[in-house]
């Protein structure tokens, strides 16, 4: 499969919000440098996933509006915003955050990310 292929299947399946689903897709010595209004966070497998599932015990449901994507090789750069609902109100729509990534694939996996976030 296309690294591009498997970055928009990533984003479609809803990992971002269940920790199960993100670790089919995410390589055992996965690495994350974040750069957002909040500072520098770097991030493994085990971080990552505990993230994800922080985000399904905050938000009833999450899903990714994808604004631009582009690939050369296993390099696939991703403009994102990220919508989320909350438990109090289900109803509501709120952004989470406009985010920035360059995703390197390896072996099918998401293998390292560089993110730049800002918040919705």
Partial sequence: MAAKEIVQE???SGALHNPQIMATYIHKD???EWYST??????????ILA???ELAKSYVTSYVHIKQI???GNIVSVRYTHHVT???NPQEDMILGHFMVI???K???LFKAHLMSHPG
């Fill in 10 to 12: 990533y984003y479609r």
């Fill in 30 to 32: 996965f690495n994350l």
């Fill in 38 to 47: 909040k500072g520098y966070f770097e991030a493994d497998r085990d971080d």
């Fill in 51 to 53: 993230l994800a599932g």
């Fill in 70 to 72: 582009i690939s050369e």
């Fill in 86 to 88: 909350t438990i109090e």
């Fill in 103 to 105: 995703w390197e694939v």
């Fill in 107 to 109: 072996h099918d996996k």
